[in-house]
Protein backbone atom coordinates (compact mmCIF):
# COMPACT_ATOMS: atom_id res chain seq x y z
CA UNK A 1 0.00 0.00 0.00
CA UNK A 2 2.69 2.40 0.93
CA UNK A 3 4.37 1.35 -2.82
CA UNK A 4 1.21 2.81 -3.87
CA UNK A 5 0.71 5.48 -2.23
CA UNK A 6 4.54 6.94 -3.17
CA UNK A 7 4.41 5.90 -6.78
CA UNK A 8 0.85 7.78 -6.99
CA UNK A 9 2.55 11.16 -5.12
CA UNK A 10 5.71 10.80 -7.55
CA UNK A 11 3.63 10.75 -10.40
CA UNK A 12 1.18 14.28 -8.94
CA UNK A 13 4.66 15.45 -8.57
CA UNK A 14 5.98 14.79 -12.10
CA UNK A 15 2.79 15.57 -13.88
CA UNK A 16 2.32 18.80 -11.66
CA UNK A 17 6.07 19.15 -12.84
CA UNK A 18 5.28 18.79 -16.23
CA UNK A 19 2.27 21.30 -16.57
CA UNK A 20 4.53 23.88 -14.97
CA UNK A 21 7.10 23.09 -17.61
CA UNK A 22 4.44 23.92 -20.30
CA UNK A 23 2.53 26.80 -19.09
CA UNK A 24 5.76 28.68 -18.56
CA UNK A 25 7.56 27.80 -22.31
CA UNK A 26 4.11 28.37 -23.57
CA UNK A 27 3.51 31.96 -21.62
CA UNK A 28 1.57 33.54 -22.37
CA UNK A 29 -1.46 32.27 -23.74
CA UNK A 30 -3.88 35.17 -22.57
CA UNK A 31 -4.23 38.59 -21.84
CA UNK A 32 -0.96 39.73 -19.71
CA UNK A 33 -1.83 42.82 -16.72
CA UNK A 34 0.93 45.43 -16.63
CA UNK A 35 0.19 47.25 -13.46
CA UNK A 36 0.98 50.50 -12.72
CA UNK A 37 0.74 52.25 -9.14
CA UNK A 38 0.11 55.85 -9.97
CA UNK A 39 -2.02 57.67 -12.24
CA UNK A 40 -2.83 57.78 -15.58
CA UNK A 41 -0.72 60.44 -17.36
CA UNK A 42 2.60 60.22 -15.63
CA UNK A 43 5.98 59.47 -16.65
CA UNK A 44 5.28 55.51 -15.35
CA UNK A 45 2.16 55.02 -16.96
CA UNK A 46 3.70 56.56 -20.33
CA UNK A 47 6.59 54.24 -19.90
CA UNK A 48 4.42 51.14 -19.44
CA UNK A 49 2.07 51.80 -22.22
CA UNK A 50 5.01 52.01 -24.60
CA UNK A 51 6.09 48.77 -23.08
CA UNK A 52 2.40 47.21 -23.47
CA UNK A 53 2.24 48.54 -27.37
CA UNK A 54 5.61 46.37 -28.09
CA UNK A 55 5.12 42.97 -25.88
CA UNK A 56 1.90 43.14 -27.63
CA UNK A 57 3.34 43.21 -30.92
CA UNK A 58 5.79 40.54 -30.34
CA UNK A 59 3.43 37.94 -28.03
CA UNK A 60 0.52 37.93 -30.07
CA UNK A 61 -1.22 38.65 -26.71
CA UNK A 62 -3.40 41.14 -24.94
CA UNK A 63 -1.11 43.19 -22.41
CA UNK A 64 -3.37 45.79 -20.97
CA UNK A 65 -2.44 48.71 -18.14
CA UNK A 66 -4.13 49.26 -15.14
CA UNK A 67 -3.89 51.87 -13.06
CA UNK A 68 -3.61 51.53 -9.64
CA UNK A 69 -2.74 54.83 -7.84
CA UNK A 70 -3.16 55.96 -3.92
CA UNK A 71 -1.00 55.56 -1.03
CA UNK A 72 2.55 56.84 -3.15
CA UNK A 73 2.79 53.87 -5.09
CA UNK A 74 1.75 51.67 -2.04
CA UNK A 75 -1.70 50.46 -3.12
CA UNK A 76 -1.02 49.46 -6.57
CA UNK A 77 2.28 47.17 -5.19
CA UNK A 78 0.56 45.55 -3.01
CA UNK A 79 -2.07 44.64 -5.03
CA UNK A 80 0.88 43.26 -7.64
CA UNK A 81 2.44 41.77 -4.50
CA UNK A 82 -0.81 39.57 -3.92
CA UNK A 83 -1.49 38.21 -7.14
CA UNK A 84 -0.49 34.83 -8.81
CA UNK A 85 3.21 34.54 -9.91
CA UNK A 86 2.10 32.82 -13.08
CA UNK A 87 3.46 35.72 -15.32
CA UNK A 88 0.26 37.25 -15.71
CA UNK A 89 0.32 40.01 -13.22
CA UNK A 90 3.41 42.73 -14.09
CA UNK A 91 4.08 45.60 -12.33
CA UNK A 92 6.48 48.90 -13.07
CA UNK A 93 7.81 49.59 -10.13
CA UNK A 94 9.92 52.41 -8.68
CA UNK A 95 12.15 54.13 -6.68
CA UNK A 96 9.72 55.47 -4.62
CA UNK A 97 7.54 51.90 -4.20
CA UNK A 98 10.27 49.84 -3.99
CA UNK A 99 12.92 51.26 -1.93
CA UNK A 100 11.66 54.64 -0.42
CA UNK A 101 8.51 53.72 0.70
CA UNK A 102 9.80 50.74 2.55
CA UNK A 103 12.10 52.70 4.27
CA UNK A 104 10.18 55.17 5.63
CA UNK A 105 6.75 52.53 6.38
CA UNK A 106 8.69 48.92 7.23
CA UNK A 107 5.20 47.80 8.36
CA UNK A 108 3.73 48.02 4.62
CA UNK A 109 1.63 45.08 3.79
CA UNK A 110 4.09 43.65 1.74
CA UNK A 111 7.88 43.39 1.89
CA UNK A 112 9.31 44.50 -1.76
CA UNK A 113 12.35 42.59 -1.17
CA UNK A 114 10.46 39.34 -0.68
CA UNK A 115 7.22 39.43 -2.46
CA UNK A 116 8.91 40.28 -5.36
CA UNK A 117 11.16 39.08 -8.14
CA UNK A 118 12.64 42.11 -9.90
CA UNK A 119 12.96 41.47 -13.65
CA UNK A 120 14.72 44.37 -15.57
CA UNK A 121 15.42 48.07 -15.01
CA UNK A 122 13.76 49.71 -17.72
CA UNK A 123 14.57 53.66 -17.85
CA UNK A 124 16.53 56.16 -15.24
CA UNK A 125 14.98 59.73 -15.05
CA UNK A 126 16.91 62.59 -14.02
CA UNK A 127 15.27 64.79 -11.88
CA UNK A 128 15.73 68.66 -12.68
CA UNK A 129 17.41 71.36 -9.91
CA UNK A 130 15.50 74.24 -11.02
CA UNK A 131 15.01 77.81 -9.18
CA UNK A 132 12.31 80.52 -10.19
CA UNK A 133 14.06 83.48 -12.36
CA UNK A 134 13.72 85.76 -9.76
CA UNK A 135 16.47 84.05 -7.69
CA UNK A 136 19.35 85.17 -7.70
CA UNK A 137 21.54 82.38 -8.80
CA UNK A 138 22.95 80.95 -12.08
CA UNK A 139 24.45 77.69 -11.37
CA UNK A 140 24.73 75.06 -7.94
CA UNK A 141 27.74 76.51 -6.84
CA UNK A 142 25.81 80.08 -6.69
CA UNK A 143 22.81 77.98 -5.20
CA UNK A 144 24.94 76.65 -2.12
CA UNK A 145 26.68 79.74 -1.11
CA UNK A 146 23.11 81.69 -1.14
CA UNK A 147 21.53 78.61 0.35
CA UNK A 148 24.26 79.25 3.20
CA UNK A 149 24.36 82.68 3.39
CA UNK A 150 20.66 82.95 4.11
CA UNK A 151 19.61 79.95 6.24
CA UNK A 152 16.33 78.49 5.82
CA UNK A 153 15.11 81.48 3.48
CA UNK A 154 14.89 79.41 0.31
CA UNK A 155 11.55 77.39 -0.11
CA UNK A 156 11.63 74.13 -1.89
CA UNK A 157 8.82 72.00 -3.27
CA UNK A 158 8.01 68.59 -3.79
CA UNK A 159 5.85 66.10 -5.22
CA UNK A 160 5.01 64.87 -1.32
CA UNK A 161 6.50 63.53 1.60
CA UNK A 162 9.10 60.51 0.55
CA UNK A 163 8.83 61.47 -2.56
CA UNK A 164 12.43 61.42 -5.26
CA UNK A 165 11.71 64.99 -5.69
CA UNK A 166 11.60 65.46 -2.14
CA UNK A 167 14.35 62.88 -0.90
CA UNK A 168 16.56 64.49 -3.54
CA UNK A 169 16.62 68.00 -2.10
CA UNK A 170 17.19 66.32 1.70
CA UNK A 171 20.26 64.69 -0.41
CA UNK A 172 21.24 67.71 -1.47
CA UNK A 173 21.12 69.57 2.29
CA UNK A 174 22.50 66.98 3.59
CA UNK A 175 25.78 66.81 1.01
CA UNK A 176 25.78 70.80 0.77
CA UNK A 177 24.94 72.20 4.81
CA UNK A 178 22.53 73.59 3.50
CA UNK A 179 19.39 74.45 5.41
CA UNK A 180 15.72 75.35 2.96
CA UNK A 181 12.05 74.97 3.60
CA UNK A 182 10.17 71.87 2.19
CA UNK A 183 7.02 72.77 0.52
CA UNK A 184 4.86 69.56 -0.35
CA UNK A 185 2.44 69.29 -3.31
CA UNK A 186 0.15 66.98 -4.66
CA UNK A 187 1.53 66.12 -8.19
CA UNK A 188 4.90 67.49 -10.08
CA UNK A 189 3.01 70.03 -12.23
CA UNK A 190 1.58 71.50 -9.13
CA UNK A 191 5.37 71.92 -7.76
CA UNK A 192 6.24 73.28 -11.68
CA UNK A 193 3.73 75.50 -11.50
CA UNK A 194 4.01 76.88 -8.24
CA UNK A 195 7.70 77.75 -9.13
CA UNK A 196 6.92 79.23 -12.19
CA UNK A 197 4.52 81.44 -10.03
CA UNK A 198 7.20 82.33 -7.73
CA UNK A 199 5.17 80.89 -4.58
CA UNK A 200 8.62 78.55 -3.86
CA UNK A 201 12.14 79.12 -4.97
CA UNK A 202 13.52 76.05 -5.91
CA UNK A 203 12.95 72.44 -6.66
CA UNK A 204 14.06 68.96 -7.87
CA UNK A 205 11.57 67.49 -9.57
CA UNK A 206 10.79 64.86 -12.73
CA UNK A 207 13.01 65.92 -15.86
CA UNK A 208 10.06 64.64 -17.99
CA UNK A 209 7.41 67.36 -16.71
CA UNK A 210 9.66 70.31 -15.98
CA UNK A 211 11.83 70.53 -19.10
CA UNK A 212 9.44 72.19 -21.28
CA UNK A 213 9.06 74.86 -18.41
CA UNK A 214 12.93 75.44 -18.33
CA UNK A 215 12.89 75.78 -22.28
CA UNK A 216 10.19 77.99 -21.92
CA UNK A 217 11.84 80.04 -19.54
CA UNK A 218 9.28 79.55 -17.03
CA UNK A 219 11.84 78.42 -14.50
CA UNK A 220 15.51 78.21 -14.81
CA UNK A 221 17.51 75.04 -14.72
CA UNK A 222 20.62 74.91 -12.91
CA UNK A 223 21.43 70.97 -12.96
CA UNK A 224 20.43 67.73 -13.52
CA UNK A 225 20.50 64.85 -10.41
CA UNK A 226 22.10 62.33 -12.36
CA UNK A 227 25.48 60.76 -12.14
CA UNK A 228 25.59 61.55 -16.57
CA UNK A 229 24.24 64.55 -18.87
CA UNK A 230 20.88 63.91 -19.80
CA UNK A 231 20.74 63.55 -23.78
CA UNK A 232 17.47 65.47 -23.53
CA UNK A 233 19.50 69.02 -22.30
CA UNK A 234 22.48 67.93 -22.97
CA UNK A 235 24.10 71.59 -21.93
CA UNK A 236 22.68 71.48 -18.57
CA UNK A 237 25.45 70.19 -15.75
CA UNK A 238 25.09 67.51 -13.21
CA UNK A 239 24.59 68.17 -9.52
CA UNK A 240 27.82 65.83 -9.11
CA UNK A 241 29.93 68.23 -11.39
CA UNK A 242 29.76 70.68 -8.19
CA UNK A 243 28.90 68.40 -5.70
CA UNK A 244 30.95 65.57 -5.94
CA UNK A 245 29.21 62.09 -5.26
CA UNK A 246 25.51 63.73 -5.33
CA UNK A 247 23.34 60.89 -7.14
CA UNK A 248 19.69 61.36 -6.90
CA UNK A 249 18.36 58.73 -9.93
CA UNK A 250 14.40 58.52 -10.29
CA UNK A 251 14.02 54.91 -12.03
CA UNK A 252 11.63 52.46 -13.13
CA UNK A 253 11.51 48.98 -13.65
CA UNK A 254 9.75 46.00 -13.97
CA UNK A 255 8.74 43.27 -11.47
CA UNK A 256 6.34 40.10 -11.19
CA UNK A 257 5.29 38.21 -7.76
CA UNK A 258 8.03 36.59 -6.12
CA UNK A 259 8.20 32.71 -7.55
CA UNK A 260 7.31 33.32 -11.14
CA UNK A 261 8.94 30.82 -13.05
CA UNK A 262 12.44 31.34 -14.05
CA UNK A 263 11.71 30.92 -17.68
CA UNK A 264 8.75 33.48 -17.75
CA UNK A 265 11.63 36.12 -15.82
CA UNK A 266 13.98 35.67 -18.80
CA UNK A 267 11.34 36.01 -21.54
CA UNK A 268 10.64 39.02 -20.11
CA UNK A 269 13.71 40.48 -19.31
CA UNK A 270 15.45 39.75 -23.25
CA UNK A 271 11.82 41.14 -24.59
CA UNK A 272 12.56 44.52 -22.47
CA UNK A 273 16.33 44.41 -23.57
CA UNK A 274 14.69 43.99 -27.44
CA UNK A 275 12.27 46.37 -26.83
CA UNK A 276 14.70 49.39 -25.41
CA UNK A 277 17.10 48.75 -28.34
CA UNK A 278 14.43 50.07 -30.93
CA UNK A 279 15.05 53.50 -32.80
CA UNK A 280 11.68 54.77 -31.83
CA UNK A 281 11.40 53.79 -28.51
CA UNK A 282 14.79 55.57 -27.85
CA UNK A 283 13.80 58.19 -29.45
CA UNK A 284 10.19 58.82 -27.74
CA UNK A 285 12.13 58.09 -24.22
CA UNK A 286 14.90 60.77 -24.93
CA UNK A 287 11.89 63.22 -25.40
CA UNK A 288 10.77 62.26 -22.09
CA UNK A 289 14.39 63.24 -20.70
CA UNK A 290 14.51 59.27 -19.72
CA UNK A 291 17.56 56.63 -20.04
CA UNK A 292 17.32 53.46 -21.43
CA UNK A 293 19.02 50.96 -18.80
CA UNK A 294 17.76 47.52 -19.82
CA UNK A 295 19.37 45.02 -16.97
CA UNK A 296 19.68 41.48 -16.31
CA UNK A 297 17.63 40.22 -13.44
CA UNK A 298 20.81 39.53 -11.16
CA UNK A 299 21.96 43.27 -12.12
CA UNK A 300 18.35 44.88 -11.25
CA UNK A 301 19.07 43.25 -7.77
CA UNK A 302 21.60 44.31 -6.91
CA UNK A 303 21.11 48.09 -8.03
CA UNK A 304 18.36 47.65 -5.52
CA UNK A 305 19.91 46.80 -3.05
CA UNK A 306 22.41 50.30 -3.36
CA UNK A 307 19.86 51.76 -3.43
CA UNK A 308 18.12 50.79 -0.30
CA UNK A 309 21.71 51.73 1.22
CA UNK A 310 21.68 54.98 -0.60
CA UNK A 311 18.54 56.23 0.54
CA UNK A 312 18.31 54.94 4.30
CA UNK A 313 20.60 57.80 5.18
CA UNK A 314 18.76 60.52 3.38
CA UNK A 315 15.63 59.14 4.60
CA UNK A 316 16.80 58.85 8.72
CA UNK A 317 18.34 62.68 8.28
CA UNK A 318 14.75 64.04 6.74
CA UNK A 319 13.10 62.87 9.89
CA UNK A 320 10.89 60.57 8.10
CA UNK A 321 11.97 56.94 9.74
CA UNK A 322 12.88 56.13 13.35
Known amino acids: ?????????????????????????????????????????????????????HMQGSFG?????ENRGGGGGSIGTNYAARAANNGYTLLVGTV??????????????????????????IVRLPNLAMVNPS??????????????????????????????????????QMMTETQMAHVPFKSTGEVVTSLAGGHIDL????????????????????AVTTPMRSDAAPEVPTVAETVEGFEATAW???FVPAGTPQPIVDKLAAEVQRILELPEVVARLKELGAMPSATTPDEFAEYIQGERGRWAEVVKAAGLSD
Open 135 to 172: VPVQNISELIAYARENPGRLSYGSSGAGTSSHLSAEMF
Open 252 to 254: QGL
Open 203 to 222: AFDNMTSAWPQAEGGAVRAL
Open 1 to 53: MRNLLSVAAATAAMLAFAASSYASENWPERQVSIVVPFGAGGSTDLIARILAQ
Open 96 to 121: SSHVINPLINPDAAHDTEKDFQPVSM
Open 61 to 65: RPFVV
